[in-house]
């Protein structure tokens, strides 16, 4: 059942899909279309759930479900099949977890994780820059743990981190 994403309490799950690019505003409209339409029939358990989506920075695919809302494997599975099939709509990867957006919300970088660990080891960005952690899983974590510095990150056990005080 589809809420607005406002709505949604802070408890709230999140799935976070990250496009490889900036997705233009005719497929904003698609997606969000789509995600309309995926979450009037969403059923876990055979029980409603109660979802939204939204779009952040033209180019983050934010799915949530209301934390009371107990949504099973197959569940996520339907959820994973609906992005999929977004996926190949748009010729456009959003399930890509090989590569990384670095910098602030107005002004961001994406590259791989490969290059992204040469860029710190080469001291052309600091380990303290911000990274989207998309491994949240809270609608109120997109707030205040969304962006993290690099060194903070799950990332962090990959870079070699030589000085954390190097400015990009």
């Known amino acids: 059942m589809k809420v607005s994403f406002e709505d ?54 934010v799915i949530g479900a209301e934390s009371g809302e107990h949504v099973s494997g197959c569940g996520i599975d339907k959820s994973i099949h609906f992005i999929k099939e977004l996926e190949k709509e748009l010729n456009i990867k959003l399930m890509d977890r090989s590569f990384v957006i670095y910098g602030t919300e107005k002004e961001f970088s994406q590259t791989t994780l490969q290059e992204i660990k040469k860029l710190v080891s080469e001291e052309k960005v600091s380990s303290d820059i911000k990274i989207f952690n998309n491994t949240i899983t809270k609608k109120k974590e997109l707030e205040n743990k969304w962006q993290i510095p690099l060194k903070e990150s799950w990332l962090s056990k990959y870079i070699p981190i030589k000085n954390n005080n190097s400015h990009k």
Request: proline share 2%.
């Open 8 to 61: 949604l309490s802070p408890e709230s799950i999140v799935w976070i899909y990250q496009a490889e690019r900036v997705l233009n505003n005719e497929e904003q409209k698609t997606v969000m279309a789509r995600m309309d339409d995926f979450f009037s029939s969403w059923q876990s358990h055979n029980e409603d759930v109660e979802a939204a989506g939204k779009i952040f920075y033209d180019r983050f695919v």
